[in-house]
């Protein structure tokens, strides 16, 4: 088949490298503008447009994909199909008219569930112990259309979201290219989603990611690993934001107040609203990722001082 990949983060790369050496044709990728990123916030393309440029496919940056340019000139390309991983913005109807496959949707949940921006930081916030990812034919509603296949994943009790979204990535990538080939044949069929268990997965707001010390351990460890990398917890220290990397559970540690400090020679605990946890990397504001003991030997933690 003729493909039009749409796609913009690193996540998406996997399926794009497997659709490039795949029978398919991949005759052009669609991807968000070229946008600021790094210290110096210069423009840069999309991953996904600097993989499609390194191998010669023709890149299409439309503002909105309603625009009539973009529209025109996908008409004039005449994909069969669209596969889409993590392309970051609504489409038109207009636009899933035009191949005649439809726009098939590489999504990192199991459908009917966590249909949204953000499947994977809620299945980790949620404390779901089994995820995966779905192929779908995109409809207007959000993440409502029928479901080609599926694949499960077992989230670890450590993982953070891009520990779990890069191991999606990589297994979504097969099944991506295995649902196009059985669309290509004739030999695939997608069925409609159940109407039970329909939940839904909002972008974390990085006021969402603000950390509650008084929340069980358990939620502030899901939470801070649900956050990570994107947006990044964190919580408020001596009135700075302190960005706060995945914890420790120390169910064993000496009772302590929420948000309370304990520093030692060799960790740091913070109270929560049922045992302390241990602070793993934190990032003071305006300086570096650090180990919370040298964070704490640096600014001289007392046992007057609280997370807020």
Request: proline letters at 9%; hydrophobic letters at 45%; one cysteine or more.
């Amino acid at each position: 088949m003729r493909l039009v990949f749409a796609g913009t983060p690193e996540t998406a790369l996997p399926s794009l490298r497997a659709l490039l050496a795949s029978r398919h044709e991949v005759v052009a990728v669609v991807t968000r503008p070229d946008a600021q990123s790094g210290r110096g916030r210069k423009v840069h393309p999309s991953p996904v447009a600097e993989l499609a440029q390194e191998a010669g496919v023709e890149v299409l940056r439309p503002a909105k994909a309603g625009d009539p340019e973009f529209l025109a000139r996908l008409r004039e390309i005449a994909p069969d199909c669209c596969p889409v991983v993590a392309y970051g913005a609504l489409l038109p109807q207009a636009a899933l008219d035009i191949p005649p496959q439809g726009w098939i949707n590489l999504h990192f949940s199991l459908l009917p569930a966590w249909r949204g921006a953000a499947p994977v930081q809620h299945a980790i916030l949620h404390g779901d112990e089994i995820t995966g990812a779905a192929t779908f034919r995109i409809v207007k509603e959000l993440d409502a259309g029928p479901v080609f296949g599926v694949l499960t994943e077992s989230v670890r009790p450590s993982d953070t979201s891009g520990d779990l979204l890069a191991r999606l990535a990589d297994a979504g990538a097969g099944l991506l290219l295995a649902t196009l080939d059985g669309v290509a044949d004739g030999t695939l069929e997608a069925r409609p989603q159940p109407a039970e268990g329909v939940s839904l997965a909002p972008k974390i707001t990085v006021e969402a990611a603000r950390v509650d010390w008084a929340a069980p351990a358990m939620r502030v460890d899901r939470l801070i690993r649900a956050c990570a990398p994107a947006p990044g917890a964190w919580t408020d220290f001596r009135g700075q934001r302190l960005k706060i990397g995945p914890v420790r559970l120390a169910p064993e540690a000496e009772k302590l107040a929420p948000g309370e400090l304990r520093a030692t020679k060799h960790s740091v605990l913070a109270g929560t609203g049922s045992h302390p946890v241990e602070l793993g990397e934190v990032q003071p504001q305006g300086k570096r990722q650090m180990t919370a003991d040298e964070w704490a030997r640096g600014v001289r933690v007392t046992d007057q001082d609280r997370l807020d």
